[in-house]
Every structure is written in C-alpha cells, then in structure tokens.
C-alpha cells in the first residue's frame, strides 16, 4: 500500500513530490474526488506545493454507499497518496505520485468536520467535480430546484446539510458570522459557463434560505467560469493491477489519464489564489470561446461516436474510432456541422483540433469506456449538442448527421446491441414514465424525452422525422447501414 512511510522506496522511474507532504497547509476544499479531479486540478496544485505549500486539498465525498465509504477508508490508509499514469497516444507513459490531497472525509460520516474546514479562514477556494447534471438546475424553468427532496431537508435543517449546496451555503453563513471573508466557489465541470451555473445554484439555495445570506454571498463570493478538457477513464479491477504492475506500486486508488490537458480560466478570485499560471493554466477575461470549442467538438463528438459504438458492441472509445464509418461521420459532423458556426479563440486552428480530438481518441492506452462517455446523455446532449441543433434549425440546414446522433442514443437506450449483448446505461434523469417511452414500439415516443428540450420552441418537425426514419433502419437493419444513408 502506498503510505508517507514508504513514499521514498519507489522505482527512480516513479516522480515524486518535490516537497514534503507534510508540511503542505490545506487552502482548498473540493467535492467530488472522482478521476478526472485527481488527473486534473489535483496534478495542477501537485505543480506548484513547492513554490506555495499554503494550497494543499480537502477532498469530500458526498455519498455514503459502501463504495464511498470503502474509498475514503483507502485514501486514509493511503495517507491521500495516489499515482496517476500518463499515457500519449505513441505509447509513451510516465508515473507520479500525487501528494496534493492532504485530507479526505465522507460527509455523511463526518460533517461537523466538512464545514469546519468551510468555515476556516485558511480555506480560500471550494472547488467540485459534481457532473454536468449535478447542479440541480430544473431543466423547464431554468432555475434552481427547490423541491427536490435533498434540498427541501437541507433547508429545513440548515446546520446539517445533505447536499454540496447546503454545506457550502453553511459554510458561508458561518463565515460571514465570525467576519471571515468568503470563498471562491469554483466549477470544474463540463459545462458551458460552468462558474454562472454554479452561481445559479448557490444563490438559488442561499435565497431559499435566508435572503440577506444570499445578498452577502452574491456580493462577496466569486464564481469564475472555466473551461476544463482532460481524458480519464475509469479504472477497473484489471487496469488497476495492470497500471501497479508497471509502475511497480502498490497503490489501491491509481487513475490513468491521456497526456494532453487543459484548463483555461477567469481570473475572478474572491480571497487570493495559487500561481496556477506557473503550471500551465491559462488566465482569461472571457472563456466562452474556448469552451464552445471544446464542448461542440470534443465533447459532442465524443457522444456521437460513443452511441451508435455501443450499439456496434464496442466497449473502448479507442476501437470505436477505428471503425471507419464512425469515424467518417464524425469528421463530417464536426466539418460540416460544428465548425462553420464557431469562432476560433485566437492560435485555434479549427481543423487542427479536430484532428488532435480524434487523435486523443485513439489512444489504446486510455481503453476508455463507450459506456462512462454515454453516461448521462440526458445532460450531455443538452450541453454539447443544443447549439449545433438550433444553427442547423435556424438556418434550415441538412439535419441528418445529428438526427442519426439522436437515433443512436434513443436506440442505445434499449440496453441491447447488435449482437443480442445486454448492457446497463446511466441515465439517472430518467422517471419511469420516461422509461416507458425509452421501450415503447412506437418510434416517435422517444421524442418527447428531456433530453431534447433545449430546441422545442423552434420548428423540428423535418429533424424529428428523420429520427424516426433513422431509428427504424438502426433497428432493423443495423448501425451502418443508418450510416449509408447519410450524405457524403
């Protein structure tokens, strides 16, 4: 197991902390310790502890099912120690062991302690990784949902929250009580102005609660927006043996990642921040430009490639790519679809990061899952496909590649592939009702799910018509043969 005590007896190929870990201060609370956090933020504050030992991190976990409690039981025994292993597409890999987690408590266990390190004046930024679909945004109203039931507890017992809301918000009562200032409150999820969200959100909580709290937060509070990009699948059993065979480590909590990452940001800090600039963050006064990027690109493309895969029976993104119809309609998606419509931010070549987005995707050694990257496509195609549809709409385009997308995910819905392999999706917005029309025989029901909300007010009656065409020809004549439909 990987500990303080053994940090030093490592393989010289292993980098290790250039600092000693326990002198790191905590500065930081983040929710939501998933792998794309402990590949991103958490290698970016790894970067500069030596310089500034005052940013070191508190994890929080959230949930209390016997995998939370079973993973915040091995990042204590590992002391928050964990290695993450970059892998370029060539082949190429490098191993080091992060140290910039200096606490981790589950929530649910422990939260007199959560919001004592909200409360501290040494916390200057809570960060979190919740999910595009996690900051509880009522998709028809736009507006934060106070009826769910988590937040109805919370608001009636505000001093022992459930919810990321709820204890930030405490957090910041606290705080403004004692005269501390408040903190940054900082997105790092994959969302089209991911800090504006956030905003909504809080705020939406914290005037539900107490109108003058809400007014204190909005006034001193800040909420920069980010636009975030790095691959990091899941990590199985197996890969989890496979990547401590290699680097020689016994470590119970390892995360893989590509090589390539990005974080671009506003500079809109409420109580100070690290020098992140010093490990590749990119400053900004506007992000929306690189975001648009990234999520109508990377991200749409990502789910156009990973649906109708999961019907063809691929299981790694890496394979799916390969398959040159996939591909192919990928390519003509972003060209034909996407890029017209968006504006480069400056020393962005459009065509250049398309062919570094299906690079990325090729990489073996990421083996990512088709079925984590379809995960709450509910969310996903409202946030990575909305804008491409209603330009498609608007301009009364052809609608052909994005209706297949939507064919692709209605059908990939139904749980069953080509070969007859059953398969459990993610869609956690999904009522039973919207289930009922997920398995309905009549091709349209499926139309009337969530998920393609964001372009009802405009005229999609042509669109529609050419998912149900397509859904008809993916079932009962396969995935290709949809795609030998389309225009070349």
């Known amino acids: 197991m990987l500990t303080l005590g053994n940090i030093r007896n490592v393989a010289p190929s292993v980098h290790l902390p250039e600092y000693n870990p326990t002198d790191i201060k905590t500065g930081i609370v983040h929710f939501g310790v998933g792998n794309f956090f402990r590949a991103h933020e958490a290698l970016y504050i790894e970067k500069i502890l030596k310089a500034e030992p005052t940013w070191g991190i508190v994890g929080v976990g959230l949930t209390s099912g016997d995998h ?57 930024i809570v960060s979190m990784t919740i999910t595009e679909g996690g900051y509880n945004i009522n998709e028809a109203t736009g507006q934060f949902d106070l009826n769910a039931p988590a937040v109805q507890n919370d608001l009636k017992n505000p001093e022992k929250p459930e919810t990321v809301f709820g204890y930030v918000v405490e957090g910041l009562r606290r705080r403004r009580a004692a005269g501390v200032k408040a903190f940054t409150i900082m997105s790092c999820d994959n969302l089209r102005h991911n800090g504006d969200v956030a ?154 990061y398309m062919q570094s987005v299906l690079s990325r995707f090729s990489n073996p050694a990421m083996a990512d899952q088709t079925l984590r990257i379809a995960g709450d496509g509910c969310a996903k195609i409202q946030v990575f496909w909305t804008e491409t549809v209603r330009n498609l709409l608007l301009e009364k385009k052809d609608c052909s590649r994005i209706a297949f997308g939507m064919a692709a995910y209605l059908e990939m819905l139904r749980g069953v592939n080509a070969l007859g392999q059953t398969y459990t999706t993610s869609e956690p917005a999904y009522t039973q009702a919207q289930e009922a029309l997920i398995h309905s025989d009549d091709y349209a029901a499926g139309l009337q799910l969530p998920a393609f909300d964001a372009w009802r007010d405009l005229d999609s009656s042509a669109l529609n018509l050419k998912v149900i065409e397509l859904r008809k020809i993916i079932r009962n004549q396969g995935v290709k043969a949809a795609l030998a439909t389309l225009p070349a």
């Not at 609660?209 to 790095?230: C, G, H, S, Y």
């Not at 419509?341 to 400056?346: R, V």
């Open 68 to 124: 939370s409690r079973k993973k915040a039981a091995m990042f204590k025994a590992q002391d928050c120690l964990y290695s993450l292993t970059e892998c370029a597409p060539t082949g190429e890999r490098s191993v080091r062991i992060i140290a910039a987690l200096r606490d981790y408590l589950l929530a649910p266990e422990d939260p007199e302690n959560v919001l004592a390190y909200l409360s501290n004046p040494d916390i200057h």
């Open 199 to 352: 905003r909504k959100a809080f705020l939406g909580f914290a005037q539900a609660r107490d109108p003058e709290l809400a007014k204190w937060i909005e006034q001193n509070a800040t909420f920069p927006n980010a636009m975030v990009d790095r691959i990091t699948p899941t990590v199985t059993t197996e890969i989890a043996q496979q990547l401590n065979a290699a680097s020689g480590l016994e470590d119970e909590l390892p995360v893989v990642a590509e090589d390539f990452h990005q974080w671009v940001l506003e500079d809109n800090f409420a109580d100070g921040r690290p020098d992140l600039a010093r490990a590749g963050v990119q400053f900004v006064s506007d992000v929306t430009d690189y975001e648009h990027v990234k999520i109508r690109m990377l991200n749409a493309s990502h789910i156009m490639l990973s649906f109708p895969a999961i019907l063809l029976g691929y299981q790694h993104v890496d394979q799916a790519v390969k398959d040159p119809a996939l591909k192919n309609n990928v390519e003509n998606f972003l060209t034909r679809d996407v890029i017209p419509t968006l504006k480069a931010p400056p020393g962005v070549n459009l065509q250049q």
